[in-house]
């Protein structure tokens, strides 16, 4: 199972972007997808989640900033950043909790995007 993450760059305070990433390989179903964040310096922090079939979650420094949505059929999560402030520059990393077929079973493992690099600055 491969994420790859894209939308990254360079914006000025109170801009936008919108991140994306896509979901890919051999597995059953994803589960969650989300989002994580890591600024200089500080720990990473999660910004949050949508579930297949539930409405999105938020951590609250970006509740009403940021949008999480989900493309199921194209297995790809993405992240609508709005209003953007110089704190909210950071490596941004989607995850996944995914399905995957083991043995004659399955199981449940997470998986990571390669991050994509944010920077709001004039």
């Known amino acids: 199972v491969q994420l790859q993450a894209s939308g990254g760059g360079l914006v000025q305070p109170g801009g936008s972007l919108r991140l994306s990433c896509v979901v890919s390989?051999?597995?059953?179903?994803?589960?969650?997808m989300g989002w994580y964040r890591q600024a200089p310096g500080k720990d990473r922090e999660l910004v949050g989640s949508i579930s297949t079939d539930a409405t999105p979650n938020y951590v609250d420094t970006v509740r009403g900033q940021f949008t999480i949505s989900s493309d199921n059929a194209k297995n790809t999560v993405y992240l609508q950043m709005s209003s953007l402030k110089p704190e909210d520059t950071a490596t941004y990393y989607c995850y996944a909790l995914v399905t995957v077929r083991a043995y004659a079973t399955t199981r449940r493992n997470y998986y990571w995007g390669q991050g994509t690099q944010v920077t709001v600055s004039s």
């Open positions: 390989g051999d597995f059953v179903e994803i589960n969650v």
